[in-house]
Structures are given as C-alpha cells and as structure tokens.
C-alpha cells in the first residue's frame, strides 16, 4: 500500500512510484532520529494535519508550516 498524494492523501495500491504517490522527504538528523516534512513531487506540496477538535485528518499544504508538516522517525 502506498500513500497517494490526492487533495486528500489516502493510502491506496502502489501505482510504482509515478504521479501522485511520489514523495521526497525533506529532513535532517535531530539525536538518534531523523525529523523532516514529506513534500509530493506531483503536487509540489507537503503532507500536514489539520485538527479540528478531537479529529485529525491528513491534506497537503504549501510547505510552510513546521508544527503540522514535521514528522520524527525513530528506530
């Protein structure tokens, strides 16, 4: 499964990496993990939560808010 980076990026079967389900990962090393934000090379736009109340949902937004668009990745 991949993760397809429509107006509202939903996880989909794997299209190989063309269109819409190509992602870069623009991060850096932070300790013993890796934070950055997942920018869509179709779109030209980053993966962010928006939150309203108690729900969260997943859009893509112009790469420009680091509370919503940083992701960690640890092992």
Not at 5 to 17: A, E, F, T
Request: charged share 20%; with cysteine; aromatic share 8%.
């Amino acid at each position: 499964m991949c993760l397809d980076g429509s107006v509202l990026p939903r996880v989909m079967k794997c299209d190989g990496g063309r269109g819409l389900q190509r992602w870069t990962f623009i991060g850096h090393k932070v300790g013993g993990k890796v934070e950055g934000k997942l920018y869509n090379v179709a779109v030209g736009l980053c993966l962010s939560i928006n939150q309203t109340g108690k729900t969260f949902e997943a859009v893509l937004k112009i790469c420009d808010q680091p509370s919503v668009q940083t992701f960690v990745f640890s092992n």
